[in-house]
């Protein structure tokens, strides 16, 4: 801390940085308590070109280097997926607090060695789901859990962005061809189901499709379909891809329904009532995400790394426990991130038709591939139970 902000670092300066991470950081109510203090990419152009958007900050190509002599007391980690686990690893050997974007990971086995690691230096790692504050989800779990619909018994979720987003240039690295829909955009309705419901997956089976985002270039799936089985014998559908045709009502299409004992839920997280005819074409705008009030960013955007910071600020005058705060240890992400690859792996264990383009995956039960990932010691504390 320098005096009484918080001075941290950036490693990754990509398309979210711009998007979401630099507004929170200089033009939110969260910036009066927070100092960037050094910034880090492995591109120097990239460096150079967003130097300027960050005042007083150092420039690093070599994460190790700014954790060593930027004197900060935490991290952002905004690199591509595949890219997050030495760097958190190496900022919580360094003494240093996290906020990661998700997922948390792309392995079981460093999502367990991230929480055991964070769990056992007392430091926080807080991965960005930010679609846990989003207004709408957090009415919808006060009343979900507050039993206002009894018990959950189906949920049907969606998200699914325009193929402009793996095909089309917008990302600064090579994180579409090493992602997938799952990684992308799954493990947000992983998080947030999970958030709103309180439920936990005991199984898995999915399909995917490999059709118009290779023939463009990228070697990933179009899009993803996965059928859990929840702890309370609940089933929830989440469907997720990146190959809507150009034109999509939203770069993201999104929303949910929940089938419950006494009620019937269905969200609409794209059209938010606001039909936008422009020369983007006949668009939905979601002021949820980002939005100003005076001089101040706020939306979900800016508030989850925003909150995420706080919480470090608030674990550097009084620790957290793993048992009062686990997904400030990142619990959270190790459950997004063992979601994300049991659907890998029914991928990988399953058949393909129409000449490897279609993929039926086989039945993954969650405990016995968390217990084959990391061995049943280390998988006991993580373990779910059947209601
Ligand atoms: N919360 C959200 O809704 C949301 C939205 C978009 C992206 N994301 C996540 O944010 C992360 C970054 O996404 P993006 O769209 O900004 O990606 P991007 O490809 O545009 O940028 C990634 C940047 O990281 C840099 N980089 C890669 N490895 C590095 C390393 N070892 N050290 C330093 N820099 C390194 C690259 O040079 C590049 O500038 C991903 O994990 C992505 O899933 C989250």
Not at 8 to 27: D, R, S
Not at 143 to 155: E, K, P
Not at 310 to 329: C, L, N, Q, W
Request: glycine share 8%; net charge negative; aromatic share 8%.
């Amino acid at each position: 801390m320098s005096g009484d902000k918080l001075r941290f670092g950036l490693v990754g300066l990509g398309k979210f940085v711009e998007i979401a991470h630099l507004p929170c950081y200089y033009e939110t109510a969260y910036s009066d308590h927070i100092e960037l203090a050094g910034i880090c990419d492995l591109s120097q152009a990239r460096l150079d070109e967003l130097a300027p958007r960050c005042p007083g900050a150092e420039t690093y190509t070599d994460h190790k280097k700014m954790f060593a002599e930027a004197g900060i007391d935490a991290v952002v980690i905004v690199t591509p997926d595949h890219a997050h686990t030495r760097i958190v690893l190496d900022a919580l050997d360094a003494g240093l607090d996290v906020v990661v974007e998700k997922p948390l990971c792309m392995l079981t086995t460093e999502a367990v060695d991230i929480v055991e690691k964070a769990r056992k230096l007392g430091r926080l790692v807080v991965v960005d789901f930010h679609k846990r504050f989003d207004p709408v989800h957090l009415a919808l779990r006060e009343r979900v859990l507050g039993g206002h619909y009894g018990a959950v018994q189906t949920a049907y979720s969606w998200m699914q962005d325009e193929i402009t987003v793996p095909c089309g240039g917008f990302f600064k690295s090579d994180l579409a061809a090493k992602s997938s829909p799952v990684w992308f955009l799954g493990v947000h309705f992983f998080d947030v189901m999970r958030f709103i419901t309180g439920l936990e997956p005991i199984e898995v089976r999915a399909t995917a499709y490999k059709d118009e985002v290779p023939a463009q270039g990228v070697d990933t799936y179009d899009a993803v379909k996965a059928d859990f089985i929840m702890n309370n014998g609940a089933s929830f559908t989440f469907v997720v891809s990146w190959n809507l045709p150009k034109g999509a009502p939203a770069l993201t299409v999104q929303g949910m329904t929940l089938q419950c004992a006494k009620g019937h839920i269905a969200l609409d997280t794209t059209d938010r009532g606001w039909r936008d005819l422009s020369s983007e074409g006949n668009r939905c705008i979601n002021p949820n995400f980002l939005h100003r009030l005076g001089k101040n960013y706020r939306g979900y955007a800016v508030e989850s790394p925003g909150e995420g910071l706080m919480e470090i600020i608030e674990h550097r005058k009084t620790p957290f426990s793993p048992k009062t705060h686990p997904d400030s240890f990142a619990l959270n992400g190790l459950y997004a991130t063992l979601m994300g690859q049991a659907v890998d792996a029914s991928l990988a264990a399953g058949t393909t038709m129409r000449d490897g383009h279609a993929l039926v995956g086989a039945t993954i039960n969650i405990n016995d591939f968390l217990t084959e990932q990391v061995g049943a010691d280390r998988a006991k504390p993580f373990l779910i139970s059947i209601e």
